[in-house]
């Protein structure tokens, strides 16, 4: 059994806690997060995006009860704020707040007596490993303490590229990411400093940059100076996609590229992680899907023999979520041996 620790109950936090609900091999140890305790517990009971909780939520002095369970609820800004880790039983702490973390930020739950943290946003300095499962498995090993989940929109789109790649080579590659909104993003307009994202995010496609492109570089090496790629925000509440454009070495068929991808879908590497599609889904029929990234066959387009289009889905907050949780499973069964 692995005690976790959520460090963020916001969506990211939430839809952990909701996925872990009732599973006997991690069990929430901890939740700290600066909001209200009677917010927090509200929000978990009352989800816009995923339902009534299925069961009874309720505080007693400084734990949150969630039908059976009851969990100690802490506040603080960092680890070194709340009682320590190791004196609440987690091991892996997932950092789900607003913000991005240096290394020394992550290294303070280590401190406190956690033994590996996952970033659940891309962190502001090199963590030990960023992993996208099917992508970089191999790369995992138990001395890692700092392991980012890379994002959401990584997940999706890393695989897309190391299926084409492999089958038909890539010579560049172009992404759009049409992404739902977030507690990112505002309202009404404001002034922020991102003058984009300060606008009314139900009313607006806004257009924003990604820094996926340098995490999937770091993971896909050979397509340095060949991938780059923008995000668009859209009023969507959930369900995003990824488009890609790829320019390819070998000639590549819509058939073809239907078959590498329902092929890469039924393998072992990629089964976890990866859905092939053939019907005409839109974007709320992949709310609650567990996979990263759901190829939409009708989608795909090709225009002479070596250019293509594709569309990948995903729901960026359970989706995403999942693939933390993976990873916690990935250590304990290393670690295990
Ligand atoms: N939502 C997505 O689709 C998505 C997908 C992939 C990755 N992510 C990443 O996941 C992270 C969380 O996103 P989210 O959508 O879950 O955001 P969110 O709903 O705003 O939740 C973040 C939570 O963390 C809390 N928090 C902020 N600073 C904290 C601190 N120092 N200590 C403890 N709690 C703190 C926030 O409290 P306050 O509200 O009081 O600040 C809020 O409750 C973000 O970094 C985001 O980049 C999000």
Known sequence: MTGVGIFGFGRIGRNL????HGRSDIRVAAISDLAEPAALAYLLQFDTLLGRFPEPVSLEGGRLRAGALSIPLLAGKDATAIPPWRDLGVHTVFESTSRGRTRAEAEAHLAAGAK?????????????????????????????RIVSNASSTVQCLTPALAILD???GIRRAIFTTIHSYTSAHRLADVPVEDKRRGRAAAENII????????????????LRGKLTGYAMNVPVSNGSVVDLVCWHEKPATKAAIDEAFRAAAASDRWRRVLAYEDAPIVSSDVARSPYSATYDSLATMTLGDRVSKTLSWFDSGYGYAQRGIDLVERYAALEAR
Do not use: Y
């Open 207 to 222: 257009p924003q940059a990604s820094r996926s492109p340098a995490m999937v570089l770091e993971l896909l090496p050979a």
């Open 116 to 144: 590996r943290v996952i970033l659940l946003a891309p962190p502001l300095e090199t963590p030990d490993v960023t992993v996208v499962l099917g992508v970089n498995d191999a790369a995992i090993d138990p001395a890692q």
């Open 17 to 20: 806690f909701r996925l872990l």
């Open 166 to 168: 492999a089958a038909f």
